[in-house]
């Protein structure tokens, strides 16, 4: 049977006690859910959606270099955004975070989060 273990990183904002960061799982880490958060006060970076697209990239990049892992491991992600008109941003900051040979992405679009939340990424990576 393959173990599974919760991993949190103190180098990037948690979202919530209730649930971890990422999960490791054989090969995999799964992460949770990421938005644009401060490590310092735990709110938005800023109100502007490229600053919070780049920030939960920075986040991301953040937990799974502490797990052991590297951006250029990631082979799914999913873009959960508020607004459904804002691809070309997406695009943009997916370039500078996946240069070369990007992961596969889904990106629907959700309802409002809370606290001006307009971004949320979570992903899938190898360890």
């Known amino acids: 049977m393959i173990e599974r273990k919760n991993f949190n990183s103190e180098k990037a904002p948690r979202m919530s006690e209730t649930f971890p960061q990422a999960v490791i799982s054989g090969d995999f880490i799964y992460l949770s859910g990421m938005p644009g958060l401060n490590l310092s006060d735990g709110k938005i970076i800023s109100e502007d959606f490229e600053d919070q697209v780049r920030k939960s990239?920075?986040?991301?990049?953040?937990?799974?270099?502490?797990?052991?892992?590297?951006?250029?491991?990631?082979?799914?992600?999913?873009?959960?955004?508020?607004?459904?008109?804002?691809?070309?941003?997406?695009?943009?900051?997916?370039?500078?975070?996946?240069?070369?040979?990007?992961?596969?992405?889904?990106?629907?679009?959700?309802?409002?989060?809370?606290?001006?939340?307009?971004?949320?990424?979570?992903?899938?990576?190898?360890?």
């Open 57 to 127: 990239f920075e986040n991301i990049k953040t937990i799974l270099e502490d797990a052991g892992s590297s951006m250029a491991k990631v082979i799914k992600t999913t873009i959960f955004m508020v607004t459904g008109n804002d691809f070309a941003v997406i695009n943009k900051v997916y370039k500078e975070f996946f240069p070369e040979s990007a992961p596969a992405r889904s990106t629907p679009q959700v309802m409002p989060f809370p606290a001006g939340i307009l971004v949320s990424i979570e992903c899938v990576a190898l360890v």
